[in-house]
């Protein structure tokens, strides 16, 4: 074993991204006189967001498959893991397989999740994106679609963390956790103490 390895419990680093993601929304809601840094930290959000529940989704089924009774499909999980399958096909795939029940995308924390994946990848990726502009005496070519980062907004930021957090609920009622203790599972993998209103929320303590 390689004397620099670290080792720490599997929820610490998703613990870590989702209290990044918090302080990334307080920092977007608080900035008022520069639009620019604000679309920055709307942006960053909304790429934590999606980082910290797939890291989530990585380490709390690896943790899952070495019990009963879900270690039948570990060799599965392991597979999907080894090769890198993409996060929308984890969703689809390892609660269905796994929990024995699916994610719905058409509604619910799902569909919100999913809008919020799509919205990632509309910021990142610009497969689709490369147009000429043409004006009086000039041409410009090479012009990138950036309507989706023009078009962020503070509920951008508030959606990011509400529709991340919903979804790991969602998962934890997929395996059967009881509505009333879902605040202590939030707690324990993403740092949410039961009963925490953020700064940002209008019935904020």
């Known amino acids: 074993m390689d004397a620099d390895t670290t080792f720490s419990s599997p929820n610490t680093m998703v613990c870590n991204y989702f209290w990044a993601l918090r302080r990334a929304v307080y920092r977007a809601n608080a900035e008022s006189d520069n639009d620019s840094k604000k679309k920055q930290e709307i942006a960053v959000c909304i790429f934590l967001s999606v980082t910290a529940v797939e890291t989530f989704l990585n380490v709390y089924f690896r943790v899952l498959v070495e019990e009963e009774p879900y270690a039948r499909h570990k060799t599965l999980l392991l597979a999907d893991l080894d090769k890198g399958t993409p996060l929308a096909s984890k969703l689809r795939k390892w609660p269905r397989e796994i929990l024995g029940k699916p994610i719905s995308e058409d509604k619910g924390p799902g569909k ?26 000039m041409v410009i070519h090479g012009l990138a679609d ?3 980062y023009d078009g962020l907004s503070d509920a951008d930021a508030k959606r990011a963390l509400r529709a991340s957090e919903d979804l790991l609920s969602e998962i934890f009622r997929l395996r059967g956790i009881p509505e009333d203790r879902l605040p202590h599972s939030l707690h324990a993998w993403t740092g949410k103490p039961p009963g925490w209103r953020e700064p940002f929320e209008s019935n904020a303590p």
């Open 112 to 137: 919100a999740f999913a809008d919020l994946r799509r919205l990632r990848n509309k910021l990142m990726h610009f497969t689709s994106s490369h147009q000429t502009l043409k004006v009086p005496g």
């Open 146 to 148: 950036t309507s989706a």
